[in-house]
């Protein structure tokens, strides 16, 4: 970690956001070899059974969307305790100092 003699520290870049997951409309994926090794990932028939339910589900929720709009309306978020909780969790989102 470096310290800057005016209290103030560099801003560090961040990664880009990862990529959701593939769509039923992607092309299927390509066996990868593992890094390291000579071997290829075999996609087993559950697996891919597995990744067809996923890419199923539609990437935003309308029922969880409906329920976060009501608590909003109702109030349920201009609370003590919901703005603590919020910064609680802003909070241990950081990176430790240390790391």
């Known amino acids: 970690m470096r310290i800057e003699p005016t209290g103030a520290q560099p801003v560090v870049p961040q990664a880009p956001a990862p990529r959701p997951g593939p769509r039923a409309s992607d092309p299927a994926p390509v066996p990868v070899a593992a890094p390291g090794s000579a071997e290829?990932?075999?996609l087993t028939g559950q697996l891919a059974?597995?990744?067809?339910?996923v890419?199923?589900?539609?990437?935003v929720r309308p029922d969880v969307v409906a329920v976060a709009t009501a608590r909003l309306a109702a109030g349920d978020f201009n609370t003590p305790q919901a703005a603590a909780a919020a910064a609680a969790a802003i909070v241990a989102a950081q990176p430790s100092i240390t790391d």
């Open 40 to 42: 290829e990932f075999a």
């Open 49 to 53: 059974a597995l990744l067809s339910a």
């Open 55 to 59: 890419r199923e589900f539609p990437e």
